[in-house]
């Protein structure tokens, strides 16, 4: 399967525990990008990729989150000192470097409960 | 700020009956309008991709249309396997990300 791979597919984690968050994207793709998705609600946007560069970073992200994308290829999403407010569906997307930068491919997510 | 609003929240069908699902928005520059499809604990998938006021594309039972302020999601015949949760997403010209309405709950029955 070539498709945007997501590990762990699901996390429960007691509240102020640290979790990581890992996305394989589709290989030769540049461009990575990481939402959060809450129930009943569409997407929301928390960072993106352009190769091993972070080049947009939501302004309602809170500094309890971190991502890296170190060699340009998978990219890791950390959560510190989780709150229940951070449960939700972390997805993960790809692309490749093009003119039609919307059209994203994404993973199946990584659920996260914090109880 | 760059908004995106579906309607309605939820729509039930019977198998061939057709209708539309509407997104209005509202954006500094529109660089794209996008389509994508969501079954129930996956990702998204893509659809459509639209650019300007007139465009039309089609995929199989589906035809999204855009104008100024809004698209529509033309649903024809419907089967039951197009029950889904259907998203609309804008894109600013100033930026790479793509900013989602909550989507429409479809619903199709036999």
């Known amino acids: 399967d070539t498709g945007v791979s997501q590990d762990p597919r699901h996390k429960i984690t007691k509240r102020g525990q640290n979790v990581t968050f890992r996305c394989d994207p589709i290989s030769e793709h540049n461009r990575l990008y990481w939402y959060r998705q809450t129930l009943g609600q569409g997407p929301e946007f928390l960072t993106y990729?352009?190769?091993?560069?972070?080049?947009?970073k939501s302004r309602l992200l809170s500094d309890r989150f971190s991502a890296e994308r170190p060699k340009g290829s998978f990219s890791t999403l950390e959560i510190q000192r989780t709150e229940q407010g951070d449960s939700a569906m972390y997805l993960c997307?790809?692309?490749?470097?093009?003119?039609?930068?919307?059209?994203?491919?994404f993973g199946e997510g990584s659920r996260l409960t914090v109880l | 700020e760059d908004q995106v609003t579906q309607s309605p929240e939820a729509l039930r069908l019977q198998e061939g009956e057709s209708s539309s699902l509407n997104c209005s928005y509202t954006v500094s520059g529109l660089r794209g309008l996008f389509w994508y499809r969501q079954d129930p604990g996956k990702g998204p998938e893509f659809l459509f991709t639209l650019y300007s006021a007139g465009e039309e594309k089609e995929k199989e039972r589906l035809k999204a249309t855009l104008t100024k302020k809004e698209s529509f999601l033309h649903i024809t015949a419907p089967k039951p396997e197009d029950s889904a949760t259907y998203l609309c997403a804008v894109q600013a010209l100033s930026t790479d990300k793509l900013i989602f309405g909550t989507g429409t709950r479809l619903q199709v029955f036999p």
């Open positions: 997307a790809s692309s490749p470097l093009g003119l039609n930068t919307g059209e994203l491919f």
């Open positions: 990729f352009q190769n091993e560069a972070q080049l947009e």
